[in-house]
Nanobody, 122 residues
Framework: QVQLVESGGGLVQAGGSLRLSCTAS????????GAWFRQAPGKERDFVAA???????YYPDSAKGRFTISRDRSKNTVYLQMNSLKPEDTAVYYC????????????????WGQGTPVTVSS
């Protein structure tokens, strides 16, 4: 069993930056596919970024150039660095981990964190 705990969310002005952290316990994170999703009120959960066990990264077009996913194996942690934030980035951000598959699909992931809210003011 894997437990994921996110941190780093908060309130930021448009154009600002935040770094989210997701620390895993119960099993090493480094062999899992790690990802971030987000969900705004009344909307579906959307893919934000993923990193494979070989450190290949994946992003949707909305995140390319602004968001960076990375992992620190020594800390069993995956990060999401978010720059040039926009009000439309406001959502609850969820960390997820899985064994592999379609990296953009929530169905791929077996483990989820509790979510951390991000609010971007205009």
């Amino acid at each position: 069993q894997v437990q994921l705990v996110e941190s780093g969310g908060g309130l930021v002005q448009a154009g600002g930056s935040l770094r989210l952290s997701c620390t895993a316990s119960g099993r090493a994170f480094d062999w899992l596919l790690g990802a971030w999703f987000r969900q705004a009120p009344g909307k579906e959960r959307d893919f934000v970024a993923a990193v494979s066990s070989t450190d290949t990264t994946y992003y949707p077009d909305s995140a390319k150039g602004r968001f960076t996913i990375s992992r620190d194996r020594s800390k069993n942690t995956v990060y999401l660095q978010m720059n040039s934030l926009k009000p439309e980035d406001t959502a609850v951000y969820y960390c997820a981990a899985g064994y592999g598959g379609s990296w953009y699909s929530p169905d791929t992931y077996n483990y989820w964190g509790q979510g951390t809210p991000v609010t971007v003011s205009s």
